[in-house]
């Protein structure tokens, strides 16, 4: 079972290191999302993808972060210059869309990001 | 914007009790509802969903019905077992945009004892 998978699991950085992370959807699934999800809280929603178009980027997405996914496959997500406030779990999500019906979002494992 | 209220935790019973999360919502739309769950060292995974008013989505023992004059999804099981033990989030996602991204609440720990 091939499932939606994250790479690393772990991550530990210095204040100010740029960090990428990797998504590997389920490989028919057209849709990927991003999310953010800090201790205490439920995941709040970063960015998505149709194919590899970059359709919609939350207010949280700040100008250190950029998540691309080069065609329409795995996706990444980078973050330059992190401070302290990125530590999170950081989830990454795909399905396959189609008109008009609400097609399951099924989670990779996420990320964990520590910034000391 | 959208917005999902649940109730805060954490929530311990012992096994075979009832069980109810709350969850409310605001939203702009008619959205779609659902409640995931988060076992231990796990990802997040789909519980039971619904697309409309009335609507009962149920999974594994758990239920939850849309009601939209109190804008509520509350979770539901007659008999919690220890493997229910994780953390459940309810979201919702409004079918009127295109992107159905998921709003999430804060998610409530579960807890079952033996």
């Known amino acids: 079972d091939t499932g939606v998978s994250q790479d690393p699991r772990h991550k530990i950085t210095k204040r100010g290191q740029n960090v990428t992370f990797r998504c590997d959807p389920i490989?028919?699934?057209?849709?990927l999302y991003w999310y953010r999800q800090t201790l205490g809280q439920g995941p709040e929603f970063l960015t998505y993808?149709?194919?590899?178009?970059?359709?919609?980027k939350s207010r949280l997405l700040s100008d250190r972060f950029s998540a691309e996914r080069p065609k329409g496959s795995f996706s990444t997500l980078e973050i330059q210059r992190t401070e302290q406030g990125d530590s999170a779990m950081y989830l990454c999500?795909?399905?396959?869309?189609?008109?008009?019906?609400?097609?399951?979002?099924?989670f990779g494992p996420g990320t964990r990001l520590t910034v000391l | 914007g959208d917005s999902v209220t649940q109730m805060e935790g954490p929530v311990t019973l012992s096994e075979e009790a009832f069980l109810t999360i709350n969850c409310t919502y605001t939203?702009?739309?008619?959205?779609?509802l659902f409640w995931y769950v988060q076992y231990p060292g796990e990802g997040l995974q789909l519980l039971l969903k619904?697309?409309?008013?009335?609507d009962k989505g149920s999974n594994k023992g758990f239920e939850a019905t849309y009601r939209k004059e109190t804008t509520s999804f509350h979770l539901e099981k007659g008999s919690v077992q220890v493997s229910d033990s994780a953390v459940y989030f309810c979201?919702?996602?409004?079918?009127?945009?295109?992107?159905?991204?998921?709003?999430f609440g804060k998610g409530t720990l579960l807890t079952v004892n033996p």
């Open positions: 979201a919702l996602s409004d079918r009127g945009g295109s992107n159905y991204k998921l709003t």
């Open positions: 993808f149709q194919n590899e178009a970059q359709l919609e």
């Open positions: 939203a702009t739309g008619y959205p779609s």
């Open positions: 490989s028919e699934h057209n849709r």
């Open positions: 999500a795909s399905s396959l869309a189609s008109s008009g019906s609400y097609n399951e979002q099924f």
């Open positions: 619904a697309t409309k008013a009335d």
